[in-house]
């Protein structure tokens, strides 16, 4: 059967940050599947003029549009599609804005598959940092009721949105999609399909990762460690070795115990971290002059997806009784800089005169 006869697989990309849109072209590029792509704010400009992208992986293209653009997740609902993969890339942060949540932004999509086709499988692809991510799916739409495959994407990608629909592509994009329950056969043909999909040869890298897993869980050691160290002083990764005490504190006093906890856990979890990567990243990542996402996100007022990166293996810890005392120290101290974004923020306010929250 030819691509153009058999009948196109539909996919979905909901968040066009510089990576989702990069994510979208990629789907897109060898033709195998109809791409739609969510984007509030630059929906006139793409709708008129498409994307511009400068890309490493496929250098300059003037004016890409995908084959469907919505403004919300709503008005795609409503456009009688069924979306055979439903891939997330915004950030994850459960505590922030109620209509931001990841169960919230799915919840209009799930549904109308839902509607036009019980009996089709859904597959809600997290592109997305961090661990137990896939629960709050769960929590939210049973996966027997809307027939659902949970996917995981992890991305190795450098990419900015520098202007309306302009984006700008300086790292590889790499995605390894796999199944988070890795028992799930029907999920795990899913993520290989994906993988072959989203794989351009000479262009990009998709690949199956048959222990998502073990991945989150590596990938966890630095940012768990790194990222939330520098998110909380606001100094590159650099800085960081080389302005503490005797140069050594930040390594051993904070980095590496943090670390030796995150590999504690994973272990608690039947899930042997690769304890030469703590090695690696204290010996190498010093070297790289580098600001972590989250730091950024800090300076610019912008929310922390610190449920997800500290939130979440601190509550499987307390479950599996494992000592965290660093990461616990981390998370406290994180936790106040998110409420004083969010106070920034106005999405929660205190009250000076009785000295509480308002609630
Ligand atoms: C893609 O990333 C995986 C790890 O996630 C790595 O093993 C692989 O070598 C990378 N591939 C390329 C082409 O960079
Ligand atoms: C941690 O930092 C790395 C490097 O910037 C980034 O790839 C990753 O997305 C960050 N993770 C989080 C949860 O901020």
Excluded at 27 to 50: Q, W
Excluded at 90 to 110: C, E, R, W, Y
Excluded at 179 to 208: M, W
Aim: with cysteine; glycine share 6%.
């Amino acid at each position: 059967m030819s691509k153009s006869a058999e009948q196109k697989i539909n996919a979905i990309v909901i968040g066009a940050g510089g990576v989702g849109v990069v994510t979208a072209y990629s789907l897109y590029h060898n033709g195998v599947a109809e791409v739609s792509l969510v984007t509030r704010s630059d929906y006139d400009h793409v709708v008129e003029f498409g994307y511009k992208l400068e890309s490493c992986d496929y250098g300059q293209i003037d004016s890409w549009k995908p084959h469907n653009v919505y403004k919300t997740v709503e008005d795609a609902s409503a456009a009688e599609k069924f979306f055979d993969y439903i891939i997330v890339t915004t950030k994850n942060i459960p505590d922030g804005p109620k209509d931001s949540t990841v169960h919230a932004i799915l919840k209009p999509v799930i549904e109308s598959n839902h509607e036009l086709d019980p009996k089709k499988l859904t597959n809600v692809v997290l592109v997305q940092n961090g661990i137990d991510i896939e629960k709050e799916v769960l929590e939210h739409f049973e996966k027997s009721t809307y027939n659902l495959c949970l996917l995981s994407g992890v991305q190795l990608i450098a990419s900015t949105k520098v202007g309306p629909g302009h984006v700008v592509q300086k790292g590889k994009d790499n995605v390894s999609f796999g199944s988070f329950d890795k028992t799930d056969e029907v999920a795990v043909e899913q993520a290989k399909k994906l993988a072959s999909i989203y794989h351009n040869e000479g262009h990009n890298t998709g690949a199956f990762d048959d222990n998502v897993r073990r991945t989150r869980w590596n990938k966890l050691l630095y940012n768990a460690a790194i990222n939330t160290t520098t998110a909380l002083v606001g100094l590159d990764v650099s800085r960081c070795f080389e302005f503490a005490s005797k140069k050594e504190s930040t390594e051993f006093g904070i980095f590496r115990p943090a670390m030796q906890e995150i590999a504690a856990i994973a272990a608690s979890e039947n899930i042997a971290i690769d304890e030469d990567l703590i090695e690696f990243f204290n010996e190498e990542v010093r070297n790289i002059m580098y600001k972590p996402s989250m730091c950024v996100d800090v300076e610019n007022g912008r929310l922390m997806e610190l449920e997800i990166l500290l939130g979440n293996p601190i509550r499987t810890a307390k479950a599996n009784g494992v000592q965290t005392p660093t990461l616990c120290l981390l998370y406290n101290l994180l936790i106040l800089v998110q409420n004083k974004l969010k106070e920034q923020k106005k999405l929660i306010e205190f009250n000076e005169e009785t000295l509480k929250l308002v609630v």
